[in-house]
């Protein structure tokens, strides 16, 4: 039997991320996911995947019950063109109740540490339930993202979450993506004409000014060090 390991390494020999979600979707044995946010690297994903009707990539997306509205409505936009249901995972009820009754409505201003702990009840958590006993992740990160991406590859294996990642973008520019999406008509969040580059929770995002960063937009009172919210921890 051919292993996962093998058959993975020999994506990097296809050309298009068409072919290469393909040769996933027809060779890896087992539970593949795609996680979305919605965000314009998410939507090119999404489409290589509706637009091919690849029926064995589950796709979901984090509802944290913080997003903006016009995310709700790219959400909704994806699932009316492509005919395809996205399922959503959402925090858990008890441990958010009394995060919020200990710690106030937005306690993720005054620490890091209470943003991170915020991040993990609505993101980490419902993540790790997404990926139960899947053997391949998709997801949308690009080597240009931050620093702390620079040295991610296409394929990895997550020693945390005991499975192969896959980052089909990694390579792609931010123009690379728009450029893509104009071209197959993919809808895309509003908000990311507004110079809203990395879009989360509403209350954590705000738009970048001309000549910063990528992910000056998120968390923007910490430091850049810290800018990190756990989904992609290795």
């Known amino acids: 039997m051919i292993k996962l390991e093998d058959i993975l390494n020999k994506i990097t020999d296809l050309k298009t991320i068409e072919e290469k979600l393909a040769y996933i979707d027809l060779n890896v044995e087992g539970k593949i996911v795609f996680s979305t946010s919605f965000g314009f690297e998410d939507q090119v994903i999404s489409h290589a995947i509706f637009s091919q009707k690849l029926q064995n990539i589950e796709t979901f997306t984090l509802d944290t019950g913080r997003v903006f509205p016009e995310t709700y409505t790219t959400w909704n936009k994806t699932e009316l063109k492509y005919q395809q249901k996205i399922k959503a995972y959402y925090p858990p009820t008890t441990e958010l109740e009394n995060f919020i009754e200990e710690n106030g409505i937005n306690p993720f201003y005054d620490s890091v540490e209470l943003r991170k702990q915020c991040c993990y009840i609505r993101k980490v958590i419902p993540l790790n339930r997404a990926l139960e006993g899947a053997s391949v992740w998709i997801a949308g990160l690009r080597a240009e993202q931050s620093n702390n991406r620079n ?18 973008l990694i390579n792609f520019t931010k123009e690379d993506c728009f450029a893509y999406l104009k071209e197959n008509r993919v809808p895309y969040n509003p908000l990311h004409d507004k110079g809203f580059i990395s879009i989360g929770c509403a209350p954590c995002t705000r738009a970048i000014q001309e000549g910063e960063d990528f992910r000056a937009g998120r968390w923007w009172w910490e430091d850049e060090t810290k800018k990190e919210c756990g989904l992609h921890a290795k």
């Open 151 to 168: 040295d991610m590859h296409e394929i990895e294996w997550d020693e945390s979450k005991k499975l192969f990642k896959f980052n089909p």
